[in-house]
């Protein structure tokens, strides 16, 4: 197995991870619960992305994508700070308050957000999203302060169209339906939300008996995601999950009868112990049952979590990376000859089952996140210029709910990006697709620095695509079905290429050459 794959499929925490790098450029593979603040994580917030001449948004509560692992560089383009007070307008710290009037901003291209629900029954073995195990959860409460927050940042951003939704956690399925419908309702009033907008709930087998399903079906959701992690009920303990390889496939097959091609199912891979045959056993038994979307998730070992400190005291063995890449290939290989595309490092789908939301997020879209620990990026109203922000909620429940009650919102971090670490994020989010970065999507961001510019002469770069890895043609830059399997060994000759270009481009000539 090459050696260069280097997990960029990894799942954190049990979910999937946040798509997007940090505001230094870093391209950081620690998934949904990056403590990166400018990052987004959709383990707990509302999303929404935006349009070009009418701006527009998804919605979301939810985790995040996972996104690949690359260096950690020195130098911070940007003015990312530590953690404080909320910022206000200016950028400073401090409350912000709706815009009155304010400027809509320039045309963007659509992007989505996220929100979360921070509960959970209990807290599973290698997860450290932000989420709650609650003695007694005021509902009506937190289904007020989710409306109000929603409504302010929608006005904040001026999007006027929400494509997608996503409601994510914690466990957004213990929520009531009466929730989501609520929630629905509130961005409905605020932008238009067409009908057939995808909304998405992140699903658990034991808080969704059929009955439940259908009840959300009627609030508004038209799309599941099931946390379903494995089909071995000795790895399933071992998760700390709280059901049953039965109870999964019961669930799924509840949630295809209800929402025929519109189920996704979480399988991971790289657990302790874990051996290659078994889990494509159990990949091949999960392709009998399962609808049109899978994905796949490799587990991340998470300081803080029991998981973690039971392989660091030797009660479990360390999960074995050449493993874990090897599962990935052979898994990848098998759906597709089970004629799955896969459209994203993790992602595997067919008959045009593609989640609309999270390609969004590979496509660098601005979003809202709503709700406690959630991060969303847009362009606020009458900020000066267009200058794209980076934002987390408030992480604790009660404190994000007292802030939404005082201010309308619990934004407790703004973060400004910079244009360098924006076309960081084009090349390596894009790059997670089948379909690359286009000519026309990198001139949205870089108007003047083509893609030929920046990797055309490199010799790096034409080593990559000698060996057949990259490809650089009339259509943009992309992966090959090799190349996709170990994308952080091609961004860490990428990255510093960018950047490298960006800072000559940028840089004022010097007298006498």
């Given at each position: 197995?090459?050696?260069?794959?280097?997990?960029?499929?990894?799942?954190?925490?049990?979910?999937?991870?946040?798509?997007?790098?940090?505001?230094?450029?870093?391209?950081?593979?620690?998934?949904a619960?990056s403590?990166?603040?400018?990052?987004?994580?959709?383990?707990?917030?509302?999303?929404?992305?935006?349009?070009?001449?009418?701006?527009?948004?998804?919605?979301?509560?939810?985790?995040?994508?996972?996104?690949?692992?690359?260096?950690?560089?020195s130098?911070?383009?940007?003015?990312?700070?530590?953690?404080g007070?909320?910022?206000?307008?200016?950028g400073?710290?401090?409350?912000?308050a709706?815009p009155?009037?304010g400027?809509?901003?320039?045309?963007?291209?659509?992007?989505?957000?996220?929100?979360?629900w921070?509960?959970?029954?209990?807290?599973?073995?290698?997860?450290?999203?932000?989420?709650?195990?609650?003695?007694?959860?005021?509902?009506?409460?937190?289904?007020?302060?989710?409306?109000?927050?929603?409504?302010?940042?929608?006005?904040?951003?001026?999007?006027?169209?929400?494509?997608?939704?996503?409601?994510?956690?914690?466990?957004?399925?213990?929520?009531?339906?009466?929730?989501?419908?609520?929630?629905?309702?509130?961005?409905?009033?605020?932008?238009?939300?067409?009908?057939?907008?995808?909304v998405?709930?992140?699903?658990?087998?034991?808080?969704?008996?059929?009955?439940?399903?259908?009840a959300?079906?009627?609030?508004?959701?038209?799309?599941?995601?099931?946390?379903?992690?494995?089909?071995?009920?000795t790895?399933l303990?071992?998760?700390?999950?709280?059901?049953?390889?039965?109870?999964?496939?019961?669930t799924?097959?509840?949630?295809?009868?209800l929402f025929?091609?519109?189920?996704s199912?979480?399988?991971?891979?790289?657990?302790?112990?874990?051996?290659?045959?078994?889990w494509l056993g159990?990949?091949?038994?999960?392709?009998?049952h399962?609808?049109?979307?899978?994905?796949?998730?490799?587990?991340?070992l998470?300081?803080?979590?029991?998981?973690?400190?039971?392989?660091q005291?030797?009660?479990?063995?360390?999960?074995?990376?050449?493993?874990?890449?090897e599962?990935?290939?052979?898994?990848?290989?098998?759906?597709?000859?089970?004629?799955?595309r896969?459209?994203?490092?993790?992602?595997?789908?067919?008959?045009?089952?593609?989640?609309?939301?999270?390609?969004?997020?590979?496509?660098c879209?601005?979003?809202?996140?709503?709700?406690?620990?959630?991060?969303?990026r847009?362009?606020?109203?009458?900020?000066?210029?267009?200058?794209?922000?980076?934002?987390?909620?408030?992480?604790?429940?009660?404190?994000?709910?007292?802030?939404?009650?005082?201010f309308?919102?619990?934004?407790?971090?703004?973060?400004?990006?910079?244009?360098l670490?924006?076309?960081?994020?084009?090349?390596?989010?894009?790059?997670?697709?089948?379909?690359?970065?286009?000519?026309?999507?990198?001139q949205?961001?870089e108007?003047?620095?083509?893609?030929?510019?920046?990797?055309?002469?490199?010799?790096?770069?034409?080593?990559?695509?000698?060996q057949?890895?990259?490809?650089?043609?009339?259509?943009?830059?992309?992966?090959?079905?090799?190349?996709?399997?170990?994308?952080?060994?091609?961004?860490?000759?990428?990255?510093p290429?960018?950047?490298?270009?960006?800072?000559?481009?940028?840089?004022?000539?010097?007298?006498?050459?």
């Open positions: 197995m090459d050696r260069r794959l280097r997990r960029a499929h990894q799942c954190p925490a049990g979910g999937a991870a946040d798509p997007r790098p940090g505001p230094s450029g870093r391209v950081d593979g620690r998934g619960r403590r990166s603040p400018s990052s987004f994580r959709p383990g707990g917030a509302l999303g929404l992305p935006v349009h070009s001449l009418a701006p527009r948004a998804r919605l979301g509560l939810g985790r995040c994508l996972v996104r690949p692992v690359a260096p950690r560089r130098g911070r383009h940007g003015a990312a700070r530590g953690p007070p909320r910022l206000g307008g200016s400073q710290d401090g409350p912000e709706p009155r009037g400027r809509i901003p320039e045309p963007c291209t659509p992007e989505p957000a996220r929100g979360a921070p509960y959970c029954e209990k807290r599973c073995s290698y997860c450290n999203f932000n989420k709650y195990i609650p003695r007694g959860v005021e509902e009506a409460a937190m289904r007020s302060c989710l409306v109000t927050e929603a409504q302010t940042l929608l006005q904040l951003s001026g999007v006027r169209r929400v494509d997608s939704v996503f409601f994510g956690g914690g466990t957004p399925s213990l929520a009531s339906p009466h929730t989501v419908a609520a929630v629905l309702e509130a961005v409905a009033q605020a932008a238009h939300l067409p009908a057939d907008s995808e998405t709930l992140e699903v658990n087998p034991t808080s969704a008996p059929g009955s439940r399903l259908a959300f079906g009627t609030a508004g959701v038209n799309r599941l995601s099931i946390g379903l992690q494995s089909l071995d009920d790895e303990r071992l998760l700390g999950r709280t059901h049953s390889a039965n109870d999964a496939l019961r799924l097959a509840e949630a295809r009868h025929p091609g519109r189920v199912v979480d399988l991971m891979l790289g657990l302790p112990a874990q051996q290659v045959g078994p159990q990949l091949q038994e999960l392709l009998r399962c609808d049109d979307h899978i994905s796949l998730y490799q587990l991340s998470e300081r803080g979590t029991a998981l973690f400190t039971q392989v005291q030797g009660a479990l063995p360390a999960p074995d990376p050449e493993l874990a890449a599962m990935y290939q052979e898994g990848r290989a098998v759906l597709r000859e089970a004629g799955f896969q459209y994203e490092v993790s992602n595997f789908a067919r008959n045009g089952a593609l989640s609309t939301h999270n390609w969004t997020y590979w496509q879209g601005q979003y809202l996140g709503v709700g406690p620990g959630a991060h969303g847009f362009m606020p109203q009458g900020v000066g210029g267009h200058i794209q922000e980076a934002r987390i909620q408030t992480l604790e429940p009660d404190n994000w709910m007292k802030e939404v009650m005082l309308g919102h619990g934004t407790r971090k703004r973060v400004p990006l910079g244009e670490e924006l076309l960081e994020e084009v090349l390596a989010m894009g790059l997670r697709t089948d379909l690359g970065i286009t000519h026309q999507h990198w949205q961001f108007p003047q620095l083509t893609l030929w510019d920046v990797f055309g002469a490199s010799t790096e770069v034409k080593v990559l695509l000698a057949g890895l990259l490809l650089l043609d009339h259509r943009g830059l992309r992966c090959s079905w090799e190349g996709l399997a170990v994308l952080d060994s091609l961004l860490l000759t990428l990255l290429r960018l950047q490298e270009s960006w800072l000559q481009s940028t840089s004022s000539p010097v007298p006498g050459g």
